[in-house]
């Protein structure tokens, strides 16, 4: 296969510009007296923990 040409490669690059972009879950807040979501080291490590658990058969 040939390498790309310029017209191939700008429509690439417009066909990635239109994908769906990973959403924000601190964005959303549906209830304003709930607590904030924070997320900090133990929060990323307490969900790694429990991933790794569900791998695990007991």
């Known amino acids: 296969m040939s390498g ?3 017209k191939s490669i700008q429509n690439l690059v417009k066909k990635m ?3 769906a972009k990973p ?3 601190e964005a959303k807040t549906y209830d ?5 979501r924070v997320t900090d ?5 307490r969900d790694r923990m429990f991933k790794e658990m569900k791998k695990r058969e007991f």
């Not at 080291?41 to 490590?45: K, N, R, V």
């Open 32 to 36: 304003a007296t709930a607590p904030q």
């Open 41 to 45: 080291d133990a929060d990323q490590e």
């Open 17 to 19: 510009q239109k994908m």
């Open 23 to 25: 959403r924000n879950i």
């Open 4 to 6: 790309l040409d310029d």
